[in-house]
């Protein structure tokens, strides 16, 4: 088993805060449009977005991921 990003706990862990006020506490090291697109699934960030992510979020990755079952082949 293993933990993947959900976009609709980043949507929760954001809260009532816009997009702007979120990227603001990490003194826009995100942009707007990358957390759009985190909270769409669109993209998944990298490990370093991801880090700036939770650190804007305030939260653990357990927050924003969801636990996920492999499939054996």
């Known amino acids: 088993m293993y933990r993947v990003i959900s976009p ?11 997009r702007r006020a979120v990227i603001e506490r990490i003194d826009k090291r995100l942009t707007e449009q990358e957390l759009f ?14 880090g700036l992510l939770l650190q804007a979020l305030d939260c653990s990755f357990e927050d924003i991921s969801e636990p996920k079952e492999l499939i054996a082949a």
Do not use: D
Not at 8 to 18: D, M, P, S
Not at 38 to 46: A, D, F, M, Q
């Open 8 to 18: 609709t706990k980043i949507v929760a862990q954001r809260g009532g805060k816009t």
């Open 37 to 50: 697109a985190y909270e769409k699934g669109i993209y998944r960030p990298s490990e370093k977005k991801l």
